[in-house]
């Protein structure tokens, strides 16, 4: 029977693609660059449409759902997804695919059939009172039961968005009649997704179309011209739609692999450690300590704290499917952009530095470009690593270079936070009363001793017990706890 769903399935959305300008609603068959404008002068400034309203102060923490607006230029670099040609459709009637190959081929046809959907922009107000109303968003939608495609209109509040995670509802209007549309995370280019279904039956979001804004003509509050430059991406956030096993591991080899050439690349150019003199810094960072940063910085505390190890599976999930796509469009309210979520606060960062001190890792110095490739930000990353560890204390340079994955906690530590926090966490250790040298990798936890975490791992007796770490910097404790765990995934 799955062969028989498979080529129907198949010859249906061969057919459907065919005729996706006429199919589906919203459709441009001028191309995607074309905005659609609507004026509406009567409308008042406060019936401007979804403006987000601010959480209670001080409530929860800031995930990755508070969102910042992705530079143009990263926009303007979108790879493209290649649908699947009629003969690889036609090799589903013989053969029915595994789950992982299906979802691929709904990705690609929703970007197909996506790249035709007009994005409408509303404007309100005369004069200098005139705005833009808010941001449109189009989901391409897959119904199991009809076997069909469907696309949803969707506009949320334009920037700057107010809305945090944990406080009340993003606003936002459905445009399309017949769908039922839920917000579940996020509201930028990276993260914003939203659940749907249709006379009960949930829909299957396998595509998204998102404009990207010129950040300065945001500033200025030139709207027609934010409207008129916008660059609509497409591009599949993590949905629960796509999780799939092979994915996660996928996800998990390509970023090992990517670290290793990271760091073989380094070797090749003979790249001197500043942390070690006489060693090259290849020799300095293991590629399993790289790849937890990947993860990490993609990963909320919140999601960790509730679903545990299944927070990362999600996170490689993504990087599974999307492969080097994955995370470039991630952007904090810090303005940290990429996979490893690199900061560069008037051209003279943290990424500047890197580029600056690590002159034989021959890293991108184009910012926006450099730090959304994987690639290129783990190299960054691993020279990073040699700069803060060039920094610290003699034995922590010494206990680290006898056991770098467990002793990576003070790089990891910098990397969160800086120096300052790895001095923070050296003295909490010495008032824990555990050795630098008695640290060790993340163990099973005793039924009869339970220990509230974040915690560390240390050797007593032949045994490997926990011990809670005490208050210092609540996000790098968090941080180093989720450090150990999917250390410990990769062995």
Known sequence: MMVI????Q??????????AACAAPSVNEEGEDEAVVVDQPGASEAE????????????GRADKSEEGEVPLSVAESERKETPPSSHELAEVVVQAKARHEQIHDLVAEAQALLKGVQLQYVFTGTGKRETLRGRPVAFALWSEAKMAW???QVEIPRPPV?????????????????????????????????????????????????????????????????AATAKPIVYLPFTEDTLDPLF??????YLLSTARKAIEDLRAARVPSAAYPGELMADVVPPEVITTLAIIEQTDDGDFVSKGEEAFNEVLSQYGLKKDEAYRYSVSRAAAIGPMQFTNKRGNGTYSMVVRRCPGARIDPDFE??????LNAMKAAVCLFDIELAQMRPEIREAYRGNMKVLGIFPVAAYNGGPKNVTKLFKVIQRMNVGLGDLRAQGEES??????????????????????IPRYNNENRWYIEKYQNILGSLE
């Open 447 to 468: 039924p009869d001793e339970r220990v509230t975490c974040p915690c560390l791992w240390h050797e007593v007796d032949d045994e490997i017990r926990p011990v809670p």
């Open 162 to 226: 107010k809305w945090k995670p944990g406080g009340r509802p993003l606003a936002f209007t459905l445009r399309t009649p017949g769908i039922e549309a839920r917000h579940v995370k996020g509201t930028g280019a990276e993260r914003l997704m939203f659940a749907f279904t249709s006379n009960g039956e949930p829909l299957k979001v396998y595509g998204r179309k998102f404009p990207v804004f010129d950040n300065q003509l945001l500033k200025k509050k030139r709207w027609r011209e934010v």
């Open 48 to 59: 401007s449409a979804p403006e987000a309203v601010a959480d209670e102060p001080g409530a």
């Open 10 to 19: 198949s010859l249906f959305v061969a057919s459907f693609l065919l005729c």
């Open 369 to 374: 470009r450099g730090a959304t490739n994987l």
């Open 248 to 253: 996660v591991a996928g996800g998990r080899d």
């Open 150 to 152: 469907s696309v949803a």
């Open 5 to 8: 769903r498979n080529a129907f």
